[in-house]
């Protein structure tokens, strides 16, 4: 028997906004064989200054727009998340969404989500892994630019409440977008089992989708890869994203490598 691989296709923001984008992203989701899609919940008025500059990769031709204003144009209201919800259980595809603050881990709550996925950018974030702590089942908890000790940290608060250490997995990731192979590190999730004995993951930032299923090789439990329809599409993550017909092979190279992987120990087949 072999482990099975938990494949989230984070659609993140690439629906622009857009319910019928949204919905057709979790169509084309769920034909490559994804286990999960996964979306981003906020208010842009409680995550953004109204002056906040862009990241460099957010940046398009609108030059004057800023972070708050594209932001106000990619949020997805309270009724476009509960028929987001409503139609990927008519799908069976597991969906859950990232929020960003206390507000909106109530509200997914609300809508019947137990798992959590705890973006890079809310790891030192204390009243909020405590609430998650009481609130959550279980916790994907992505790491990019912490630090070990800031992990050591972020579990201590995650377990603090309800969750034990078998409730978490950790994503190695590379907060950048796209990440450049040499700064991807894979053997670090070598390093998260041997120091924290954990299920471990990988939320893959780089181009294609070679570093995926090779993290799968090195333990990866879980992988998330940004999706879109379209890399032409406007918005700051299309780019960086892999399109339908990359997460159908990524998806069947991951199959076959759990295959692959077979048992440790050594011996002659029949």
Known sequence: MT????????IGVNHNGQLKL???????????????????TFDADRLASIHSKKA??????N????????????????NMHREIFLYCKKKK?????????IADINFLLDLGQTVFK?????????????????KAQSIILSTGMATIEEIKKSLSLLTAGKLTMDDITILHCTSQYPAPFNELNLN???????????????????????AAIASVALGATVIEKHFTLDKSLPGPDHKASIDPQELTQMVRSIRNIEIALGEKEKKPTK
């Open 118 to 134: 705890v973006p890079s950018g809310e790891i030192i974030n204390i009243p909020y892994l405590r609430h998650l702590s009481e």
């Open 3 to 10: 482990n099975h691989v938990k494949i989230i296709a984070e």
């Open 188 to 210: 670090v999730l070598k390093s998260f089992k041997e120091i924290f004995g954990l299920n471990v993951g990988y939320s893959d930032h780089s181009l294609g989708i070679d």
């Open 93 to 101: 595809i597991e969906c859950i969404s990232s929020g960003f603050d």
């Open 22 to 40: 949204a919905l057709e992203h979790v169509d084309a989701a769920c034909e490559a064989g994804a286990d999960t899609v996964k979306f981003q």
């Open 63 to 78: 030059l004057e727009e800023t972070q708050y204003q594209m932001l106000k144009k990619l949020e997805l209201t309270k």
């Open 56 to 61: 460099k990769y957010q940046e398009n031709k």
